[in-house]
């Protein structure tokens, strides 16, 4: 009996060692294939990080462009009725102011001292004068006096152009100093050589006896 046991464990010795020797590759294959798969969620964490936040940039940068835009409309916007203040302003001329800018000499106007003003007609706002010579250049408006002569006025300037019969003169009044004067158109010198020679009574003189 021993004998016929011992040769059965004989037997199944070689059957048991196989088995063994099967089912330890099989618990490391598991471990082996879980190291991969580890490390693919690792390396698919990265990517989902990448991915998300593009979106964000593309977000941020176009907030950024949209306020250069929206300001360049404003400013747009606030020309244009800055510019539409101004010619509405301008365009109001009274018909007497008119009437003053029709006896305005214009053209290159010879100065005492071989200075020059040119005085030109604003085309583009009809009453209007650009008033300009050597360090000085104004735009004038009409303006009405009492005394009947002609006068121009830049506001802003401070400058002020007169014009009587045989001369005109152009003066800063903000620094008290005039710019040109004597000057005379080819009217205004064909006057001043009348007076020359007939020259006016001064309000000095006696009375002619009757």
């Not at 539409?84 to 106007?109: C, F, N, Q, W, Y």
């Not at 003003?117 to 009405?144: C, H, L, Q, W």
Request: charged letters at 20%; glycine letters at 4%.
């Amino acid at each position: 009996m021993k004998t016929l046991i011992a040769s059965a464990l004989m037997l199944l010795a070689p059957t048991l060692a196989l088995a063994q020797t099967t089912s330890e590759p099989a618990k490391a294959a598991p471990k082996a294939a879980a190291k991969p798969a580890a490390k693919a969620a690792k390396a698919d964490a990265p990517a989902k990080k990448t991915t998300a936040a593009k979106p964000k940039a593309a977000d941020k940068t176009t907030v950024a462009k949209a306020k250069p835009t929206s300001s360049r409309t404003q400013l747009k916007s606030a020309t244009s009725q800055v510019a539409s203040g101004i010619m509405a302003a301008e365009a109001a001329l009274t018909p007497e102011e008119l009437a003053i800018s029709d006896k305005v000499h214009t053209g290159r106007i010879a100065c005492e001292l071989g200075a020059f003003v040119n005085v030109e007609a604003d085309t583009a706002s009809p009453g209007r004068f650009n008033v300009e010579g050597k360090g000085f250049k104004y735009r004038m408006t009409p303006v009405a006096t009492t005394t009947g002569a002609v006068r121009l006025e830049d506001q802003t300037g401070g400058a002020v152009w007169l014009q009587i019969a045989n001369k005109s003169m152009l003066m800063n009044q903000k620094i008290g100093q005039r710019l040109a004067d004597e000057c005379m158109s080819p009217q205004q010198l064909v006057v001043a050589e009348a007076i020359k020679k007939n020259p006016p009574r001064s309000v000095l003189e006696p009375a002619d006896p009757k």
